[in-house]
T-cell receptor, first 115, second 109 residues
Framework: NAGVTQTPKFQVLKTGQSMTLQCAQD?????MSWYRQDPGMGLRLIHY???????DQGEVPNGYNVSRSTTEDFPLRLLSAAPSQTSVYFC??????????????FGPGTRLTVL | QQPVQSPQAVILREGEDAVINCSSS?????VHWYRQKHGEAPVFLMI?????EQKGHEKISASFNEKKQQSSLYLTASQLSYSGTYFC??????????FGKGTTLSVSS
């Protein structure tokens, strides 16, 4: 299993540009999430999904869109990039069952710089 | 709402012990602990579930007080490899994990 994969690893955007950060997992996990990490702020939840076709907002959703058309993929779209969105973005997935909860797996991250 | 972690930073010598605390203002279903090395993704350490069940991969212990909505991570006989930033993630019913701001642990020889 590849686990959670993210592309690209690095990206530089100009203010106002749009782009999609890709995230995929091959563990058949139901839950997937996007976090951003900024110095001193920890990991802040942007959006999450509890299954295909279902998404919800997290702590800092403004400026980001998500969709979940398949179990495997959970892309994050920046509609009009702003310098405040310069950050490291982590995608994560977690599997749940009736009898146990599993650990959350993180992707390797995408380092985004908006000029 | 982000859980609150304390202390913000800890400096230890090898072999010393440390406790990292995590508290929430909301009722919790579970608490997760992760460690992150510089430039890497967070790595799972432990889950503490409501009702007392624990699940972890390393010889690190933790507690979860459901009534007080608090959890503590106990690092004993620290090693150089324990250095990093520790995050607690709290789970409320039906939502994703919300993480604290982290506690930076530095272990020196």
């Amino acid at each position: 299993n590849a686990g959670v994969t993210q592309t690209p690893k690095f990206q530089v955007l100009k203010t106002g540009q749009s782009m999609t950060l890709q995230c995929a997992q091959d563990m058949n996990h139901e839950y997937m999430s996007w976090y951003r990490q900024d110095p001193g702020m920890g990991l802040r939840l942007i959006h999450y999904s509890v299954g295909a076709g279902i998404t919800d907002q997290g702590e800092v959703p403004n400026g980001y869109n998500v969709s979940r058309s398949t179990t495997e993929d959970f892309p994050l779209r920046l509609l009009s990039a702003a310098p405040s969105q310069t950050s490291v973005y982590f995608c994560a997935s977690i599997g749940t069952s009736q009898h146990s909860y599993n650990e959350q797996f993180f992707g390797p991250g995408t380092r985004l710089t908006v000029l | 709402q982000q859980p609150v972690q304390s202390p913000q930073a800890v400096i230890l010598r090898e072999g010393e012990d440390a406790v990292i605390n995590c508290s929430s203002s909301k009722a919790l279903y579970s608490v997760h602990w992760y460690r992150q090395k510089h430039g890497e993704a967070p790595v799972f350490l432990m889950i503490l579930l409501k009702g007392g069940e624990q699940k972890g991969h390393e010889k690190i212990s933790a507690s979860f007080n459901e009534k007080k909505q608090q959890s503590s991570l106990y690092l004993t006989a620290s090693q150089l490899s324990y250095s990093g930033t520790y995050f607690c993630g709290t789970e409320q019913a039906g939502t994703a994990l919300i993480f604290g701001k982290g506690t930076t642990l530095s272990v020196s020889s």
